[in-house]
């Protein structure tokens, strides 16, 4: 039997007009801002009205370290909403944008796959509605300010060497990573070191991600650090003027984006910061007003749950004054079966040791959750090679962990493949047996909240920091910033900084290379091993390939 | 009497639903891609459907060489247009978009001015439709895919020495003006010297505002030059293979911006292009479409006639088939009197003699135009301090060129204010007088075609280049670039390449300081003068007070 692609399933999807969409929520055509006929900001008129409605349940959509292949946790948000509303209830997904430069690297970016996707596929993967050209705009005025400020007197007496606000940009562009600039003479200014990092990276998007409103989103822009003095005081935007601008650029960006399932359920698409150096989410903004507006809130959170749901839970959550109700872990067969030691190769073979053996690595995350004080649903997201006694072996295993893992057919059938996961979701979510909390308060040091995560999270037996690290943390909390969460920047694939440590590792040590403040996001970036903050484009990049057909379609994009 | 700011007007605008001004144009609701509830992008299903319509007249309107005060090309055009309106013509104007990035450095930006103007002002000031962020994107992922094909191997053999393609961005940043990239080892790549340009000077933009249709567009980006191997011959976008996805990347922005005057009068705002590098109009796409959906369609062309309305007909005109059906040309009694030596103080005395000696500069526009063979209008923009016989002093003297002038109250009272300009323009242009050409034919040598611009239009005696720009501009008509129009950057004002030669100046010469073949907009480039093309922020830059007020409002932006 032969699969259509993602782009030949979008394409054949009957979008309803957008309006049509936001009905269902209850916003009136005058409080959708529509961007063509398939997508809308929601107004932040109606979002302030919106604030007396009683909030739905959320449930966070995480999964187990990741294999290539991918586990599909978008996917299965995509179809855990579309089945909450094929089963009667009114839910709606929030997800994060994607961004426009690593597209035209790899193929990529579809926003869900099979019959669990969220459209129109190829706006979001382009220009979409714009804000993350707001956030490069935003970024970058605030750039070019610091450098004019320093060229017409330097007034703030900005440490030339210390200048921490570098320059973004939506592209995959390895040749800008480190440049210097001002060059050519007096006229352009004071030649000095900088570089460009993606869009994504930048804490503008960490900020518009946190922030609850215009007001808390032009504080947190004015708190950035963006350099220091020769006496180590930090310059904020707020000194260098840029905070009111770039509030004002970033006005419609605050404003959510609805799009709609292929089953034309209500999406919204919002935001979407880097899983490393910042928390991985999409918006604040998005996802509290989706809580106003459906009973049932499908979200995501980045990477595997040791990094996305962690951060969710310590820094959104806290942050944003919610909590999960459920939290649905994706694991898939196949990545079970290489957990468990079996070569790519033959992961098409039938392997139910291997599987058993490979739930390690799901256990561990399943214990981990549940420290939260949250419920865990494992969703098997099934893939149609998976054998009966393989998805077996995954609910056994589950089973005998206390949880309960459900097989989902999303993938392949839409919201009715996903109907069972639905009803189990919304049972645990409205069984009232979450009760949230963060892992760690915020009056604790900075060094133990670093060592909470490390221990009871990674299950590492320490954390190793040199004494300059632990002297800056400590610097920061004389100037008041202990009481921010960590944000730790750490490989994906694995419970340890080494990505080729699967299953659930133990024996091992946090290495702490490097700490950076977000003092406008509001957190500390803690870095262990290497961190790129500006891709570059593969020997063949995928911009190549990448055009119009004759029917004006876009092809090579996905 | 205190007269309202331009923001105050425009914040009081009754607008339409955008559907109903598309409606005035029988454009259906679904072929209007709406941004909001004002601005909606024209598909090309419906434009490419409207081909086989009649065309509507062509209404050009300049100006003399500007003074710092600003003649209202823009304001008059828009007023025109609805004084057009008014007397029961079904008219449209076509205008250029706002950069985004100056706004930040100087206050300014309004699309018209006082109840002649162009809404919704603040979003056109900033992301708009995003046409310009389009830009910037797509020009930059030719900047990586460039550096990136020299890092993976250099196929190409391009001499890295010899990148000529730069990269873009919409803000005053002078740092930017002139970097070293691909710092930092490796795996950053070559470093080499480049730099970034303002987007609205890039290639792209002009490209954008020449092409006819996808199609075209993508064949012209293809066609532009990035760079030059080491035997010096040209390597083009399309050896790079960007031109694929930079069409992908623009495909929404080749679409034609509608919005509506203060009296609901519809208008395309599209395309910027700088007026110095490039040819300064709005798009071909928005202005060929226009004649398709109006009976009048009045557009405008950047800076004074010499160089505006030259271009406008001689690339423009020649390039996109049409043909201006009357040119209204803007004059102010200020102007004339600064152009008459009356010093800025004591611009508020009546002073009839110096307004009659200031006409020579506008005599020669006269002259200048109907070398065009088109009719020529004069529309004094009327200032509430201008006396009465000042108004008939300029009125004299046009009618004594053969021509007429005709005083329009717009700034003051909007399309009633420009009846009687709107009456005159209209039975102008309906009258078959216009019987246009460019000034030289595609065939004429490039050296010529400098020549007959600057004997022709800007009176000088004779064209001064050296030996190297002779050979370059022979090298590329044997290169079969001969019938490409020319495109001069020279200063606005003044009819000679010095800003402070005011009026009629003779006995000049034209110095020739560069040329540069932009392939895919179809032009050369004739430097005279020093041009920029990245400007940066003053000392006190409008960024440090544009904020959001209490109502959410934007303040300090124009």
């Given at each position: 039997m032969a699969y259509k692609t993602d782009i030949e399933i979008a394409r054949e999807a009957t979008k309803l007009p957008i309006q049509e969409v936001g009905a269902k929520l209850d916003i009136s055509d005058a409080d959708l801002v529509p961007y063509g006929h398939d997508k809308a900001k929601v107004s932040a008129d109606f979002i302030a009205r919106s604030q007396s409605n009683k909030d739905g349940k959320l449930i966070l959509v995480t999964a187990i370290n990741p294999t290539p292949a991918g586990e599909g946790k978008t996917t299965t948000t995509v179809g855990l909403g579309d089945g909450l509303n094929r089963i009667g209830k009114k839910a709606m997904v929030c997800i994060r944008e994607a961004s426009l430069g690593p597209n035209f690297g790899m193929k990529g970016g579809a926003a869900g796959g099979g019959y669990a996707q969220v459209v129109p596929m190829d706006d979001m993967n382009l220009h979409f509605t714009g804000d993350f050209h707001a956030i490069t705009s935003a970024h970058n005025l605030l750039s070019a300010m610091i450098d004019n400020h320093i060229y017409w007197g330097n007034e703030e007496k900005i440490d030339m060497r210390r200048v921490v606000w570098r320059r973004v940009i939506d592209m995959n562009d390895r040749a800008l990573r480190q440049i210097t600039t001002s060059l050519g003479g007096v006229s352009n200014g004071f030649p000095r070191e900088s570089g460009f990092d993606i869009t994504v990276a930048s804490e503008v998007m960490a900020i518009l991600c946190l922030a609850n409103d215009l007001d808390d989103l032009q504080k947190r822009l004015g708190d950035m650090i963006v350099a220091y003095r020769r006496d180590r005081t930090p310059v904020y935007a707020r000194d260098i003027k840029a905070d009111g601008a770039m509030t004002v650029l970033l006005k419609d960006a605050m404003q959510p984006n609805l799009v709609q399932s292929l089953e034309n359920n209500p999406a919204f698409v919002h935001g979407g910061p880097f899983a490393n150096i910042a928390h991985g989410c999409n918006s604040v903004v998005a996802t509290k007003t989706a809580l106003k507006l459906a009973d049932y809130v499908v979200t995501e959170a980045g990477f595997g749950a040791d990094l996305g749901a962690e951060k969710f839970m310590n820094i959104k959550c806290r942050k944003a004054g919610i909590a999960p109700d459920c939290v649905v872990l994706v694991a898939t067969v196949r990545a079970m079966k290489m957990n468990g030691g079996v070569a790519k190769g033959d992961l098409g073979d039938e392997n139910v040791a291997a599987v058993t053996k490979g739930c390690a690595n799901l256990g561990r995350h399943i214990e981990n959750l549940k420290s939260f004080g949250v419920p865990v649903v494992v969703a098997?997201?099934?893939?149609?090679?998976?054998?009966e006694a393989e998805v077996q072996a995954v609910k056994d295993y589950v089973h005998n962990q206390g949880s309960e893992a459900v097989l989902s057919r999303h993938w392949e059938l839409g919201g009715e493949g996903a109907e069972e996961l639905a009803r189990r979701v919304a049972e645990v979510a409205d069984s009232g047996m979450a009760a949230f909390s963060p892992i760690y308060p915020d009056e604790m040091s900075l060094m133990d909240k670093i060592d909470t995560i490390a221990k009871r999270i990674y299950r590492a037996d320490e954390v190793l920091a040199d004494q300059k690290i632990r002297n800056q943390l400590k610097d920061w909390e004389d100037q008041g910033y202990g009481n921010l969460p960590i944000c730790m920047a750490k490989t994906q694939y694995s419970f340890t900084t080494d990505p080729s440590r699967r299953g659930a590792p133990t024996g091992h040590s946090l290495p702490v290379r490097e700490v950076r403040l977000s003092a406008g996001a509001g957190f500390i970036v803690v870095i262990c091993g290497e961190i790129m903050t500006m891709p570059g484009l593969p020997r063949v990049p995928a911009s190549e390939s990448i055009h119009l057909n004759d029917n004006g379609q876009i092809e090579g994009l996905f």
């Open positions: 098997i997201n099934h893939f149609v090679t998976d054998t």
